[in-house]
Structure formats: C-alpha cells, structure tokens
C-alpha cells in the first residue's frame, strides 16, 4: 500500500489535544501542537519552537505601519532602473540616495545652482556670521525662511551694511550666492558678495540700481562708512532684464591680490566681468551686503557657497 500523505487528503478540522511540547523532530520534519495555554505552536527539526500561532499576531504585523519589515529584509529586483545592484529594498535605497546626492549641488541640495562639493551656507543658520556696519536687522531663516536678511531701514549715507564669515582656508577659493530678492527702485540701492580683512576694509560686488539704469558694481571701501574708488559694469537699457532678480554673483580669490568678479543670470554659466583686481587688503573673510545711499536698503539672499 502507497504511503498517504495527510497533505493530500481533506479534513474538515484537526483536533489537538493540549499538553506539554514535545521533544525535538526527526530531521526533515517538524511538530505541530496544542499547548496548555490553549494555542498552537510548532517546533522545528533543530528543536526551536515557534509560536503562538494567532490570527492577531499576523493582522497586528501586517499593519504596523512603522516596523512591520525593516527594508533590508525585503527582496527586490532593480534590473532596469541602472542605478543600482542592489537585491533589497534598503540596498536600492541607499544607492539612488547616492546618486541623487551624486547629481545635486553642493551639500547633496537638489538645487544644482549650487556648485558641487565646498561648503555650503544655506540661509538656515547664523553661526560664524558676525554683522558690520550696523545693519538694523541681519538675521538668518526668521525674517525670511531659509534666507540670509539684511537691511539698513532709513539712509544712513555713503555706507553698507552686512556680515561677514571667516573664511575656510587658503587661497585660491571662490564665493558665489544667490541673491533671491531686493529692494533696487532708488539710486544706489544694491545688494550681494562682499570681502573684507581685519583691519576694516571691503570690496562689495554686486547688482545697483543708479539714475534710471541696472549695473553690476564694484566698489572699494576704506571702511564700512568711507567709500574709495567704484567701477560700474554692464550697463545700459538693453541689458535690463539681466538683472531681473534672482541673480547669481560670483568672486573667484585667486589670491588676496587677484579677484576675478563673475555674474551669472540663471546660476549655470558664469560671465567674467574683471580679471585680477587687487583690492588693496589681505582677504580674511567674506560675506554679504546691502547698500542704500540716500534710501532704504534690504535684501534676501538664498545661499553662499566657498569651495
């Protein structure tokens, strides 16, 4: 006679009589039982036993909404998506975290105006920022989320106001922000990247508004309140929607004695305006500015970035 298989015979029900486990199984098999405790367990060929075996037990794992599975004990097929190896859910996780982060500009910011690798400073903190000039407001991700924030609230004369950051290390290094928004309707109303050293002086770059027309200005400063020489670039009314804001300003330190001065209208492609300017001082910091001689001066800037 054939050996019958319970498996491959119906039954209506399976009566256990409850009692104490049994001891381990033939190798092969394993035990199925009732408990005193009135639940069913079973015990595996190596003789670890499994259970209770409830109904709840599986509803209350499959909806655990933070814990049911860790990733990692998932099993996945990514062929076809490229980016990854992996044959886990967490695995692919990980390797599409790094290839975004591969793509993105610098910090991993999904931003790619931002420049890759360097430091990123991205308008949600103030630490290392001391302010010059006695700005009546600068503050950081407050007045404007996730901005740096400046202004100079009535005319205070020939003067800017700003602050500033120590800067990363030696030279060559290279500054580039994005200024978001600011006031530019009154002459000399500016905004953007400022160098300075310890003694107190400035070199300012950025976008002004002066009698009716847009440039991009470098100015030089014996202090924050004694204005020296400026140079005005790119000006003219053809070029006026250049300077629609956003605009993206860039100052490359290729020594404390030779600054390339850089603008960019969509934050990919940088123009040089001026090579090799020397602004007389030993470059130790940089940061940014507003300026509003004769009117008020406010600006929001996104982010600064030295690499």
Known sequence: ???????????????????????????GFLYAYAKSDGKLYYKDDGGTEHGPLEAADLSAHTGDTTDAHDASAISAVSSGYGNSSGTDVQTILDDFDAAITAASGGG??????????????????????????????????????????????TSGGNNIYGATHAVGGSFPRTYTCRVTDALQVANYQGVGLVLGDSGGKFMSWGTIYDAG??????????????????VNYLSGATLRPAYLLPIFLRLVVNSTSNIDLQWSRGGMIYHTLASAVNPSMTVD???????????????????????
Request: net charge negative; hydrophobic share 35%.
């Open 1 to 27: 006679m054939a050996t019958i298989v319970g498996s491959e015979n119906e039954y209506p029900k399976v009566i256990f009589v409850e009692g104490a486990a049994p001891g381990t199984p033939p190798s």
């Open 213 to 230: 027309d847009y440039y991009l200005q470098r100015y030089l400063w014996n202090s924050a309140s004694s204005a020296g020489a400026n």
């Open 108 to 153: 991993g910011s999904t931003d790619l105006t931002i420049p890759s690798g360097g430091t990123l400073y991205d308008g949600t903190s103030s630490s290392g920022w001391s302010a010059f000039g006695s700005p009546d407001t600068f503050d950081v991700d407050t007045t404007k989320p996730d901005h740096f924030y400046l202004l100079k609230g």
């Open 285 to 307: 910091r940089f940061g940014l500015f507003v300026y509003g001689f004769g009117a008020r001066a406010e600006g929001a800037i996104k982010w600064v970035h030295e690499s």
